[in-house]
């Protein structure tokens, strides 16, 4: 078979391939090219979805008369001169393939002028002729793949490259928040982004955010960490709110979203959170040009990396944990029971005595406290999807240890109250110690929700949820939780090479858990092995892990997965009904424990109403 040499136009084409392969990839590489000329107005004008028209302007710095005919060039570039330049890449564009692969597989012109030129230009592809244009530069582009009709035949729905030319702006609006983007479709304005003075302005602008639900990431270190993430109670079913960045540089990592979900960890309970964040890292220590449309960059040091991502996240997300509070009664329950409800006349119907006189004394909750059964209960169960409200309230009430039982006064020096044997004189004081100070129960709901009252605010907290986190903490913790099973004859597995190196990688963490084991050659001794209330970890759980290609990060989920289940088996159950003893007890430990806001699953252990929103719930003030 013969050898051809193939023709510029052929070559061209080929390679065109590879950058311009849907109307999206024209307007990204379009739009790179003007925020590489410092442009802050850009304007795209789309027709036909793209496949007739095309027209992208700004009013960047231009490009001169006698650099036009360079620029739709192949490998014709302002970026970079020479090999070094290739490793230290601070634009978007550098190879010099844009123009011209746009130029070759459609009709297509552009046109310049530079602040320093009385006129402007247009040009073509064969000649350039003199125009009156301001500032800037504008590319026209129009039928769009006309010499290439077997791609232009395997462009998808003209609806779905609509949507992707949409995203793509999205993408480029998200980071730059002091440019101004304007959409127009078939000569309609469909997309306005002004120019706005913060990221945060940019985020709750564009993607109507609520600004109390975004967390700001700002890390220095050997390299930044800045943007936004979505607190633990705003969450999505899907990733579509997702953006990473590379020095300004929108793409899709892996390693990165990998970092960021594993900081979230089981909080999420199987939901997405919003990230928007960009890293600003050296570009010597990073690859761009490692894919056609680089969207994907190689890091030089990939653990480090994640580490970095990891750590910032965990961080801002830490200091931003806090109780769950009902700020505005009725929008939440008109949120969660649909469009139709009326809570403030279904209340009425039910109970228009909750609006009496007596509602004026000092002590509310004595007054209010059979009301607030019949009604707040009976109205804000929807909230939480667990309750079941044909329990039988008014035979609880009636127990001992109701609501309307007189609540005595707790002396927690009381010898009675020695729940923990092992740690009564060294617990560390957790984020609620202060604010459980002073609280004065109310009851228990359906036997698994626990009603306290506390300065200024009600407290509802899930009974089963805080011995769960409590017994986790301990384990995780490994101070006189774990005991540990001396085996009386050593256990020994013999490792392969490889085994060997995991041995090595996993060795601190192992020993820390509960396992005492020793390497001689190529057989490992084990001595000991923890157990968790009384449950032996199977030694085949060893061989598990040092024969899979598993990281440190891997073998830490596996026993967070299993401390937490373990935790989840002891706890005390939902439908446990609680003596007032019990119920102190409960609310004690929440006083210690370090991260009180969810269970290891995820799931939140407590819930604020103050005082003040149920007086405007029940219209005691506007």
């Known amino acids: 078979m013969k050898i051809n040499i193939l023709n510029e136009e052929l070559r061209n084409q080929i390679a065109a391939g590879e950058v311009i392969e849907n109307p999206a990839s024209v307007i990204k590489e379009l739009v790179e090219n003007s925020l590489d000329a410092n442009a802050k107005n850009i304007t795209i004008h789309i027709e036909n979805y793209g496949l007739k028209k095309i027209v992208v302007e700004d009013d960047g710095i231009g490009i001169p008369k006698e650099e036009l005919k360079k620029a739709t060039l192949r490998h014709a570039t302002s970026k970079i001169k ?114 706005l003075n913060n990221l945060k302005e940019n985020l709750i602008y564009l993607l109507k955010i609520p600004k109390n639900k975004l967390v700001k990431v700002n890390f220095k270190d050997i390299f930044s960490i800045e943007g936004y993430i ?17 020095n300004g540089r929108y793409i899709k990592s ?144 009636k127990k001992e240890n109701s609501l309307n039982s007189k609540v005595e006064e707790y002396n927690y020096s009381d010898k009675n109250l020695d729940f923990y044997d092992d740690c009564k004189t060294n617990r560390k004081k957790g984020p609620l110690y202060n604010k459980l100070k002073e609280y004065r129960i109310l009851g228990q709901i359906n036997k698994t929700f626990i009603l306290i009252e506390i300065p200024n605010e009600l407290l ?27 085996l009386l004859v050593p256990k020994e597995i013999l490792l392969n090479h490889f085994e060997i190196l995991n041995f090595k990688l996993f060795e601190g963490f192992l020993k820390n858990i509960g396992y005492k084991l020793k390497l001689e050659k190529n057989t490992l001794y084990i001595y000991e092995i ?51 003893y019990e119920i102190k007890k409960l609310i004690e430990d929440l006083r210690y424990i370090q991260e009180p806001y969810n269970c290891p699953h995820g799931r939140p252990i407590l819930m604020s109403i103050s005082f003040s929103e149920l007086e405007k719930y029940f219209k005691r003030i506007i």
């Open 230 to 246: 979505s607190s633990y109670d705003y969450v999505f079913n899907n990733k579509k709110k997702q953006y990473i960045y590379v």
């Open 530 to 580: 923890p157990k968790f209330f009384n449950q032996t970890l199977d030694i085949s759980i060893i061989k598990e892990i040092l024969t899979e290609e598993l990281e440190v990060k891997d073998i830490e989920n596996y026993f967070y997965n299993t401390f937490a289940s373990k935790a989840c088996k002891k706890s005390i159950k939902s439908g446990k009904e609680l003596t007032n």
């Open 82 to 195: 020479d090999l070094n330049d290739l490793y230290s890449i601070k634009t978007f564009g550098f190879r010099g393939e844009a123009l011209a692969s746009i130029f070759s597989v459609s009709k297509a012109k552009i046109y310049s002028k530079i602040k320093e030129s009385e006129v402007g230009y247009e040009y073509d592809g064969k000649e350039i002729i003199e125009k009156n244009f301001k500032n800037g530069t504008k590319v026209k582009v129009e039928d769009l793949f006309y010499n290439t009709p077997a791609r232009r035949k395997y462009l998808r729905k003209e609806i779905i490259e609509y949507k992707e030319m949409l995203k793509i702006i999205e993408i480029f609006s998200l980071i730059n928040y002091n440019v101004n983007f304007k959409v127009f479709h078939n000569k309609k304005l469909v997309f306005n982004k002004p120019s």
């Open 254 to 397: 892996k390693l990165i979203e990998k970092a960021i979900y594993d900081a979230y960890g089981t909080k999420l309970m199987g939901k997405n959170p919003f990230f928007m964040i960009n890293i600003m890292i050296d570009p010597e220590i990073i690859d761009v040009n490692i894919h056609p449309k680089k969207i994907e960059v190689k890091f030089e040091n990939e653990i480090l990396v994640y580490n970095k991502v990891y750590n910032a996240i965990l961080d801002v997300l830490k200091k931003n944990e806090k109780v769950i509070e009902i700020k505005d009664l009725n929008k939440y329950s008109e949120n969660l029971k649909g469009e139709n409800l009326d809570l403030q006349n279904s209340i009425e119907k039910k109970d228009k005595k909750i609006f009496n006189e007596n509602f004026n004394s000092n002590n509310k909750f004595n007054d209010i406290k059979s009301n607030f059964t019949k009604t707040i209960q009976k109205e804000l169960s929807d909230k939480f999807s667990n309750l079941d409200l044909e329990y039988n309230y008014k035979n609880h009430f």
């Open 460 to 486: 509802i907290l899930d009974q089963h949820i805080i011995e769960e986190k409590k017994f986790f903490e301990e384990l995780k913790s490994n101070k006189n939780f774990i005991k540990k099973e001396k």
